[in-house]
């Protein structure tokens, strides 16, 4: 006989409820497979959502045994070896139905944080016009954008930060950490108006170091200390006067 | 039981800084009171000092020391955490301030005693 999973998943928006489901457990099988076949062969009206199944689109991220993850390079083996699973939608962000959340204030807040790139026109560095810009991989500044730059943009940080919860403008380490990583790039000549954007009440300076999001990014980045850095330079600008 | 998303160091860390800050808040008006009553004559202090002579009172006093030591300690791993470059030993700073934390107050009572 086939063991079998106890699946607990939430149905519902705001308002809802726990429904259980049993499904069979296999080999190498992620909670992302688990999900897949509750929707495909016990009930079709489940709605989560994911793209690449391979942890690069970042589509796939929920809460999973009360800690948020990407589901599709998470096995059950590991997240759940007593092969119990309650799988809910991220936290801190607004439920579409079941599994799918809104994502639309997580990413409105990447573009209030300065999240685009804006090209330095003019400068040798900006790489616009002319040559293509020449940025030595080992320089400081170049190895300090790298460091943020593998962001997937999956959500996991925003629902693992408590301060997100507390503070409903708070821009959150995925934003400030994209802000960081274009801080550090020389090609960039919107660093005064990304430092006043991540300087307020709501930006960098909210951040309590608690680290939740350092601890549950699937991609092992670091935004509490991308967001240390820009307590630093936002703070240092201020200081001089010279972003 | 603490929700999932929260059960790392860091956490516990900033936990542990925040209510440490709050008991301390708590403790230092009734702190400043009885070395206000120093102002109405040595009598009325040299009561309060000696009623702190019971045992009870030296561990609530060790309590107040680690209290004390984990504030301090954990507000200068937030300060290198903020203002230093990124250091990879988070997690060995909280196990040093909880450490000396707990050695201060160990200290105390041995002193105490």
């Keep these: 006989m086939t063991a079998m999973l106890?699946?607990?998943?939430?149905?519902?928006?705001?308002?809802?409820?726990?429904v259980s489901y049993a499904v069979p457990a296999r080999r190498s099988q992620t909670v992302l497979d688990v999900i897949?076949?509750?929707?495909?062969?016990?009930?079709?009206?489940?709605?989560?959502r994911f793209a690449c199944r391979v942890g690069m689109c970042g589509s796939c991220a929920m809460t999973v045994n009360g800690k948020p993850q990407w589901t599709c390079r998470a096995p059950v083996s590991e997240v759940a070896p007593s092969g119990k699973l309650t799988i809910q939608p991220l936290r801190n962000l607004k439920v579409i139905k079941d599994l799918s959340v809104d994502m639309t204030t997580f990413f409105d807040k990447w573009a209030r944080a300065g999240g685009a790139f804006k090209p330095a026109l003019g400068r040798p560095t900006a790489g616009v016009g002319g040559d293509f810009a020449?940025?030595?991989p080992a320089s400081r500044a170049r190895r300090a954008a790298d460091a943020a730059i593998e962001c997937i943009g999956c959500g996991v940080c925003y629902a693992a930060c408590d301060v997100a919860a507390w503070n409903r403008d708070y821009l959150g380490p995925a934003a400030l950490n994209r802000a960081w990583s274009l801080v550090n790039d020389v090609r960039?000549?919107?660093r005064r108006e990304r430092l006043a954007a991540i300087a307020g009440d709501a930006g960098c300076y909210a951040c309590h170091s608690q680290q939740g999001c350092t601890e549950h990014c699937p991609k092992h980045?670091?935004?509490?200390?991308?967001?240390?850095?820009?307590?630093r330079a936002s703070a240092w600008a201020w200081l001089t006067g010279k972003p | 039981m603490m929700k999932g998303h929260r059960d790392h160091p860091a956490y516990w860390a900033f936990a542990v800084h925040r209510l440490s800050g709050l008991v301390l808040a708590l403790f230092l008006p009734v702190h400043f009171y009885f070395l206000g009553r120093a102002i109405k004559g040595a009598a009325?202090?040299?009561?309060?000092?000696?009623?702190?002579?019971?045992?009870?009172?030296?561990?609530?006093?060790?309590?107040?020391?680690?209290?004390?030591?984990?504030?301090?300690?954990?507000?200068v791993r937030l300060l290198a955490v903020e203002f230093l470059p990124w250091r990879d030993w988070q997690k060995t700073l909280i196990v040093l301030t909880g450490g000396l934390s707990l050695g201060a107050g160990l200290l105390f009572l041995i002193n105490a005693v």
């Design chain 1, 6 to 18: 106890e699946v607990s998943v939430w149905r519902g928006r705001e308002e809802g409820a726990f």
């Design chain 1, 36 to 48: 897949t076949h509750i929707q495909r062969r016990l009930d079709a009206s489940l709605s989560y």
């Design chain 1, 134 to 136: 020449a940025v030595k």
């Design chain 1, 188 to 190: 960039d000549g919107a």
């Design chain 1, 221 to 231: 980045l670091n935004p509490t200390a991308s967001i240390a850095g820009l307590k």
């Design chain 2, 44 to 75: 009325a202090l040299d009561g309060v000092i000696a009623w702190t002579d019971n045992p009870l009172a030296k561990v609530a006093e060790a309590g107040l020391v680690i209290l004390l030591t984990a504030h301090l300690t954990g507000g």
